[in-house]
């Protein structure tokens, strides 16, 4: 298959739309990551998403819609519980994805067996125009192969995906660059089951109780029941090994620089790098949580292009704000290995 390369004008954002009307895929910029969108009322088409990223079955998929409406509109949910309207309210168009019941519309390929679904009405501008022109919402996980890091320019796209999906738009560099904020109201009390941009610290202004899901910050034990499929999954991880110091900064410092005969680099803050004596890779500035995030993936990639296979020394990020997307990011590409100096 031929994979067109579509830029943001009307005409094209009308192509795309005929393409998903008509059972295709079609990668979407989105202001988290790019996502592999498909009609998300049409089983066939989902299952196609699946078979292009290798993504297992059991993974299920968010259904992005344009309008908080939409969602009666088309039927998607069994209930719409009171939360999520002051949700909608406060956070959408954003990077935030609220599941809830499910009702009989949504195919199985999209909740892949379970009995709610998520949603999300982004913010980009070309995302929405594409929701609306298509007349249906969209399901779309982020348009990479399964396992790789996730996609936030259409160039990521192409490199992954090319030949195997209908068309890409190009709609410039994501804002966010890391994955929407995954909250339940599904069960008794709200809970997040994966942070993002939208922070735990903002949901808890809004609604008062929510929960954060184990999965988020620690090791599930092996055959555990998951909340949200997607954490048992092996996230971004470079070639190289990734090791996370708990400790505070001048440790941090000591520690590396200490490591004279090993094969080192250092994944870091930009205060550290004229203290540190081995090669680093910034992810911005200590305590802006939302550059970190942003280009937390980047600088994995980068160690990677680089060719780098010794030990990438980070230290653990703070859980505070988007710092805790970060952290739950970066814990799994280190295996949830951390060394604990504050411990010896
Ligand atoms: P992606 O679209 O690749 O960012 O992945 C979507 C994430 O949302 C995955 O971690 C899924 O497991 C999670 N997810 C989607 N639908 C549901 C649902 N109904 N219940 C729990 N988690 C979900
Ligand atoms: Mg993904």
Known sequence: MKTLLLQNSSDDI????????????????????????????????????????????????????????????????????????????????????IIM???????????????????????????????????????????????????????????DLDGKIDAVVDGGACEVGLESTVITLATDVPRVL?????????LRDVLGEVELDDAVLNKLADGAEVASPGMKYKHYSPKANVVLLKCGDSEYINYVNNRKNENIVALCCDEDIPLLNVKTYSIGRRNDYASQANRLFDELRKIDNDGFSGTVYSRLPSVNGVGLAVYNRLIRAAGFEVIDLEKN
């Open 194 to 202: 994966r942070p993002g941009g939208v922070t735990l610290e903002q």
């Open 101 to 159: 019941k499910k009702s009989e519309i949504i195919p199985d390929e999209v909740s892949a067996g379970l009995d709610t679904v998520a949603i999300r009405f982004p913010s980009h501008t070309v995302a929405r125009q594409i929701i609306r022109a298509s007349g249906t919402p969209l399901a779309a996980p982020s348009a990479n192969l399964s396992g790789s890091p996730s996609p936030t320019t259409a160039q990521h796209v192409i490199n």
């Open 14 to 97: 009308n192509k795309a739309a005929d393409i998903l009307k008509n059972g295709g895929l079609v990668g979407i910029p989105t202001e988290t990551v790019y996502g592999l969108a498909a009609d998300a009322l049409n089983g066939k088409a989902v299952a196609k998403i699946f078979t292009a990223k290798g993504r297992p079955m059991d993974n299920p998929l968010i259904v992005h819609i344009s309008e908080f409406s939409d969602i009666e509109k088309y039927n998607l949910v069994s209930e719409l519980p009171k939360f999520a309207k002051k949700l909608a309210d406060n956070f959408w168009p954003g990077p935030l994805t």
